[in-house]
């Protein structure tokens, strides 16, 4: 089994960022813990970078707990995650955020 490192590229981040100020208007606190689960989710990749099916060019993890999309790519033993979607979405958001990232 191979250990990957994690490296979360400013799109991804801004993604977390926005669905995060999401939740936060929703419930107190809410937020906090949306970002706190989608990034137990990301860093569970260290270990299991690659088992996913591939989607839009990407891998594709979905969410445990919140309706988002992981998008990533390895290079050599890094992950780098590209995107982080909202599931409710028109997947042609998803394609072209996507897209735009590469």
Do not use: C
């Not at 400013?10 to 936060?24: I, M, N, P, Q, R």
């Not at 970078?49 to 992981?70: E, N, S």
Request: charged letters at 25%; aromatic letters at 18%; proline letters at 2%.
């Amino acid at each position: 089994m191979r250990n990957y490192s994690i490296e979360i590229l400013s799109f991804g981040y801004e993604d977390l960022f926005t669905a995060k100020k999401f939740y936060e208007r929703q419930t107190m606190n809410l937020g906090k813990y949306f970002m706190s689960s989608l990034l137990t989710d990301i860093e569970s990749l260290t270990f299991f970078a690659g088992i996913h099916k591939k989607q839009y060019g990407f891998y594709r993890m979905l969410a445990k707990r919140f309706p988002y999309a992981i998008y990533y790519d390895i290079e050599d033993s890094r992950v780098l995650v590209y995107a982080v979607l909202d599931l409710r979405a028109n997947p042609l958001h998803h394609v072209k955020q996507l897209n735009n990232r590469i």
